[in-house]
């Protein structure tokens, strides 16, 4: 539905190999001093003399990860490079680089790759990533995108998923579960369409949760921040297959359980509007929608004081002992067993995106 | 032809993603030292404190990189991380760790994953490499296999595209074109194949060129030749598009010309008889064929003395100026250009692998 059928169509059959990579990856700067030498031989040299190097890969796959019908090349590039960054932001690390490789089935013109790549431009100029290789190939259906993140970090500040203490603090970073809500209100705008083509979807009233899904953004910013609050983690992942799985995963790697308290979790108004609309229980959301890239970490008990009022922490919980097992605390006062979400037997294809 | 239609096939949904990934990734361990984390968190921790590191990341795409019907998934497991470590070496550096990220259809049961899976343990084990990372995700069809491949090397010892001299001698190491020659041979088997499939193929014939085609080995042994043999190569790159094609990718950046000479070719005299047996001229296969993953350099003149009995190193020609043009030396002693291979508009999408 965004889509516009008149536009320009180079085929790529029609550029060269040397000509289309010199011109995808015109307006690439190399912004980091560990980069000593990008893009344009057999492999990329970066130095990080007194850090640690950590690095992480992702895969999207048309059809699988993201539907072209209303997620726009250039949100999709800049998207990719999130996932891939986020990762290093749950390590408490400092992204510097990345390498992207495409495989694009003809139906793609030249200018649909621009559009991917000026994605990709955009990113790694917001978050001052240098692109220091890839690769570039055809497929044989759709689009698939992979993007290895390669960051740095000093020993002492790299958070692990295992490390969580009992009675430490649960938090979560911004809100939860409007990229899922997101995702539900586009969905259903593509069925309109697709019933009638005329119709012009307003997604006013739905901004936020579009933007959480098509263009988020992710957590680098908070390194800085729990530095400036001289907290560190004890542990930390990023929420991208929900909040209940990611609570679940580090409950499990410390041996520990955990109480989340319903009231603590922190959603927007419009994605609790959207809820409504919607018939959907916004706490199943905020439990269960992936995607978000916001980060989940555990601090010990006494840094209590330095993130309470934090505008962009929310204390959603703490650690217990193991035999409590992992539990959500209603408003009502009950407590629930959690759910973890995931690629498990009961679930579709579409959650087979897993870390190895 | 080498499938076997009776095997145990157990499909991808009836195993849950987190025991998929134990599964798959059983018996890699970590060998190197400068792997601190390997998998399990949402990234790996590295360090490589006084050597640079060293990056590149390649792309398979079934249908246009490999064709199951003959390739073995253990094989093809092997040869993408051979593929992507091949750069690593063309840049003198030394391979350390490898991320491997794999979409696949529903098409494939687990068995034929741990095939896959069990080639990349082969090459690990092989070029002591740590599986550090990566994603398993599903695919719309057909299995894609993206490597990134993580290296370390002394600042003075990297070596790249750019560097040769004017009458700097050019050495290619091993022999060429078999890889391409075996990939005929499989393509002819095939298509016998496919037209009587009880006929029983004999391939002993053929057994070095199929192996080069399906087993192809990376060149990370001649790094410590050439630290021995106390040579510098001043420009490298690995021959995987073909020999004319990298040999003017490094007269290009240097701004020079060359002189090779057809009577110093390296070929194995199994691919000369079966290029008399294909009828195709073997100096055109051994220019043109890709995927042996050679490497080619320069050296400067006075290093003749210290190159020249290597048998794993063949002089073919040395750079001239750039008005000279780059060229082939026929046995007739005719001076001929020196034409690339590679994905321009005058050629099909299996050549569409670049560098960006």
């Known amino acids: 539905m965004i889509e516009d059928k008149n536009q320009q169509r180079t085929q790529l059959s029609q550029v060269g190999e040397i000509s289309l990579i010199e011109h995808l990856t015109q307006g690439f700067a190399i912004e980091n001093e560990s980069t000593i030498k990008g893009t344009g031989d057999d492999g990329a040299v970066l130095q990080f003399e007194n850090e640690k190097v950590v690095v992480s890969t992702d895969?999207?796959?048309?059809?699988?990860?993201?539907?072209?019908?209303?997620?726009?090349?250039?949100?999709?590039?800049?998207?990719?490079?999130?996932?891939?960054?986020?990762?290093?932001?749950?390590?408490?690390?400092?992204?510097?680089?990345?390498?992207?490789?495409?495989?694009?089935?003809?139906?793609?013109?030249?200018?649909a790759l621009d559009e991917l790549f000026d994605g990709f431009k955009t990113a790694a100029k917001v978050y001052?990533?240098?692109v220091v290789g890839g690769?570039?190939?055809?497929?044989?259906?759709?689009?698939?995108?992979?993007?290895?993140?390669?960051?740095?970090?000093?020993?002492?500040?790299?958070?692990?998923?295992?490390?969580?203490?009992?009675?430490?603090?649960?938090?979560?970073?911004?809100?939860?579960?409007?990229?899922?809500m997101g995702l539900q209100v586009l969905d259903r705008e593509k069925q309109v369409f697709l019933v009638n083509p005329n119709n012009q979807p307003d997604l006013e009233p739905y901004s936020y949760l579009v933007e959480r899904q098509l263009k988020?953004?992710?957590?680098?910013?908070?390194?800085?921040?729990?530095?400036?609050?001289e907290v560190k983690p004890t542990s930390m992942i990023d929420i991208t297959d929900g909040l209940a799985s990611e609570v679940m995963h580090l409950c499990k790697q410390a041996n520990l359980g955990c109480n989340i308290y319903e009231d603590k979790l922190p959603l927007d108004p419009q994605l609790i509007n959207v809820c409504e609309e919607f018939n959907i229980n916004s706490t199943t959301v905020a439990l269960n929608g992936g995607e978000d890239f916001e980060l989940l970490f555990t601090v010990k008990m006494e840094d209590f004081d330095k993130v309470k009022h934090n505008p962009h922490l929310s204390i959603i919980g703490h650690m217990t002992d193991?035999?409590?097992?992992?539990?959500?605390?209603?408003?009502?006062?009950?407590?629930?067993?959690?759910?973890?979400?995931?690629?498990?037997?009961?679930n579709n294809d579409e959650d087979a995106q897993v870390v190895l």
């Open 59 to 111: 895969m999207m796959v048309e059809g699988v990860h993201f539907d072209l019908s209303f997620m726009p090349l250039k949100h999709l590039g800049y998207k990719a490079i999130v996932n891939a960054i986020s990762d290093l932001a749950a390590m408490n690390a400092t992204p510097t680089q990345v390498l992207l490789s495409v495989a694009v089935s003809n139906r793609f013109p030249v200018e």
């Open 128 to 130: 001052k990533l240098d």
């Open 135 to 180: 690769d570039t190939t055809s497929s044989n259906k759709g689009l698939i995108i992979s993007v290895t993140a390669i960051g740095k970090a000093n020993e002492e500040d790299i958070t692990y998923r295992v490390g969580a203490g009992i009675n430490d603090l649960i938090v979560v970073t911004g809100d939860i579960g409007a990229a899922y």
């Open 216 to 229: 988020p953004e992710a957590r680098t910013d908070i390194k800085e921040l729990l530095e400036k609050m």
């Open 322 to 346: 193991v035999n409590s097992g992992t539990n959500l605390v209603t408003r009502g006062n009950n407590i629930i067993g959690l759910k973890a979400r995931g690629w498990e037997p009961e």
